[in-house]
């Protein structure tokens, strides 16, 4: 049996994204996005109840500030106390975890999808999604943008404006593009 498209873009394969059913996806996920985003905040709370249910899992301790952009939704993943500021973009096409205690500053973004480089498969929408992981505890500075593949340990910092394209250790402070470790915290 020939795998859905979707069932391609969870198992990290190639696959197209101009298909009707991940089509469907990224339009119930920008209705719920719609809704947190124009949702008075007395009535939103921490997060429009529309975006809950779109998520993988959150924790109900989450905190979303508006605006806010996914692309599905359902390949997010969060921890108790995350944090994401006002303009932050996921684009879940890849399983994104942030773990407890996470903050991730204004105008945040996260890409998982990497397009293919071939120009004629480019523009037949062939991409591949690559997951992103970021550990308990970590902070990352306003307008720094996470690559897909990349893992963010446990208690590291990202810098405001940096680009990560490769992993950073537990504990490390990185910033730049691309980012670099700067030095190792001691406590």
Same mark, same amino acid.
């Given at each position: $049996? ?7 873009m969870a198992a ?5 994204? !101009?298909? *009707? ?5 990224? $339009? ?5 996005? %719609?809704?947190?985003?124009?949702? #008075? ?5 921490? $997060? ?6 779109? &998520? ?6 989450? &905190?979303i500030e508006a605006? &806010? %952009? ?7 993943? !969060? ?23 996470? $903050? ?13 480089? *071939? ?11 690559? #997951?992103?992981?970021?550990?308990? *505890? ?28 490769? *992993? ?13 470790? !700067? ?5």
């Amino acid at each position: $049996m020939t795998a859905s498209e979707r069932d391609k873009m969870a198992a990290g394969e190639w696959y197209s994204c !101009l298909v *009707d059913e991940l089509e469907a996806l990224r $339009m119930t996920a920008r209705v719920a996005v %719609h809704r947190h985003n124009t949702m #008075p905040p007395v009535e939103r709370g921490t $997060m429009a109840p529309a975006l809950r249910a779109l &998520f993988g899992a959150v924790a109900d301790d989450v &905190f979303i500030e508006a605006p &806010f %952009h996914c692309s599905y939704g359902i390949n997010i993943h !969060l921890g108790a106390r995350v944090y994401l500021n006002a303009g932050c973009t996921i684009l879940d096409s890849g399983r994104v975890t942030i773990g407890a205690g996470a $903050m991730l500053g204004p105008n945040v973004q996260i890409y998982c999808a990497e397009h293919h480089r *071939d120009a004629v498969l480019r523009g037949q929408g062939l991409e591949v999604a690559k #997951p992103v992981t970021i550990g308990a *505890d970590v902070w990352i500075g306003g307008g720094a943008i996470l690559l897909g593949g990349v893992t963010i340990g446990e208690g590291a910092i990202v810098g405001a404006g940096s680009v990560v394209t490769k *992993d950073v250790a537990a504990g490390a402070v990185v910033a730049g593009n691309p980012a670099r470790p !700067l030095r190792r915290r001691t406590t």
